[in-house]
T-cell receptor
Framework: DADVTQTPRNRITKTGKRIMLECSQTKGHDRMYWYRQDPGLGLRLIYYSFDVKDINKGEISDGYSVSRQAQAKFSLSLESAIPNQTALYFCATSGRRGNTGELFFGEGSRLTVL | GIQVEQSPPDLILQEGANSTLRCNFS?????LQWFHQNPWGQLINLFYIPSGTKQNGRLSATTVATERYSLLYISSSQTTDSGVYFC???????????FGEGTQLTVNP
């Protein structure tokens, strides 16, 4: 089983719908992240959390919100999805407090907004 | 913020060839990782290498932090090496990784 699990893996929805992407991890890491990847581009950070009560905006947080329900769970919500949020979304974790830590990714959630 | 440039943007090889991918960054870093994104979209950790040299089978990587670059070497390439290779760095004064735009590698049989 994957150490970092994302659900759903694929989702097609309509403009204006609320969407939640969920991430859970069994690595025991304290830090969790949500990234977005657009076709032909690198990854951009949406939100990150260093602990259960810690939430930080990344580069492209507008239109998104997150919830860190437990150390092992970090969900990403699109309150009112729009077509330009069509992308591949990745959850990631890292385990080191302080400034270093190897990043591990989930398998990705492909979202299409019509 | 830190700038990360990867080169070349695209690379086409015949199976069995060797290649070198480069990652330049604009500031001091204390975290550098190489990832392979396979054609199915999965991101696979290759190396965690903020400095020094590491090898894993046909792949090796070297980071010269003082000169702000890292190199990924692929020897005897195979078609399964195809995909996008990303470099990601975290500047010493920062708190998260910044990704380069990747090198698209195609290995033909």
């Amino acid at each position: 089983d994957a150490d970092v699990t994302q659900t759903p893996r694929n989702r097609i929805t309509k403009t204006g719908k609320r969407i939640m992407l969920e991430c859970s991890q069994t690595k025991g890491h304290d830090r969790m992240y949500w990234y977005r990847q657009d076709p032909g581009l690198g990854l951009r950070l949406i939100y990150y959390s260093f602990d259960v009560k810690d939430i930080n905006k990344g580069e492209i947080s507008d239109g998104y919100s997150v919830s860190r329900q437990a150390q092992a769970k970090f969900s990403l919500s699109l309150e009112s999805a729009i077509p330009n949020q069509t992308a591949l979304y990745f959850c990631a974790t890292s385990g080191r407090r302080g400034n270093t830590g190897e990043l591990f990714f989930g398998e990705g959630s492909r979202l299409t907004v019509l | 913020g830190i700038q990360v440039e990867q080169s070349p943007p695209d690379l086409i090889l015949q199976e069995g060839a060797n290649s070198t991918l480069r990652c330049n960054f604009s500031d001091s870093v204390n975290n550098l990782q190489w990832f392979h994104q396979n054609p199915w979209g999965q991101l696979i950790n290759l190396f965690y290498i903020p400095s020094g040299t590491k090898q894993n089978g046909r792949l090796s990587a070297t980071t010269v932090a003082t000169e702000r670059y890292s190199l990924l070497y692929i020897s005897s390439s195979q078609t399964t090496d195809s995909g996008v290779y990303f470099c990601a760095v975290k500047e010493t004064s920062g708190s998260r990784l910044t990704f380069g735009e990747g090198t698209q590698l195609t290995v033909n049989p």
